[in-house]
């Protein structure tokens, strides 16, 4: 069964950065990849996902900000996904988690990215 650990979220001033990382325990070579959020009382929502050629897609709203990215090296017994966050504004506040796109595996914990000052 694949296990998803999210990590790199905290609290940040706006304005800030913050570099997300999530170790999938099997190869996501093959597989595209996303990352997605859920602020409290909303629903999850996709916020970038990217293919097994790399090619990307982003949330309107999150779109020069992040820059997501991935390991993509065939032999990897460990996948890695990764969420590049800049100039971060309060409305990006949420847990955030990874998953393939479109999501097939049990969600991880998540990890708790707050914008405030």
């Known amino acids: 069964q694949v296990q998803l650990v999210e990590s790199g979220g905290g609290l940040v001033q706006p304005g800030g950065s913050l570099r997300l990382s999530c170790t999938i325990s099997?190869?996501?070579?093959?597989?595209?990849m996303a990352w997605y959020r859920q602020a409290p009382g909303k629903q999850r929502e996709l916020v970038a996902r990217?293919?097994?050629?790399?090619?990307?897609?982003?949330?309107?709203s999150v779109k020069g900000r992040f820059t997501i990215s991935r390991d993509n090296v065939k032999d990897n017994v460990k996948g890695a996904v990764y969420l590049q966050m800049d100039s971060l504004k309060p409305e990006d506040t949420a847990v955030y988690y990874c998953?393939?796109?479109?999501?097939?595996?049990?969600w991880g914990q998540g990890t708790q990215v707050t914008v405030s000052s």
């Open positions: 998953n393939s796109y479109p999501s097939s595996w049990s």
């Open positions: 099997g190869t996501i070579f093959g597989i595209n």
């Open positions: 990217i293919t097994t050629g790399s090619s990307t897609n982003y949330l309107d």
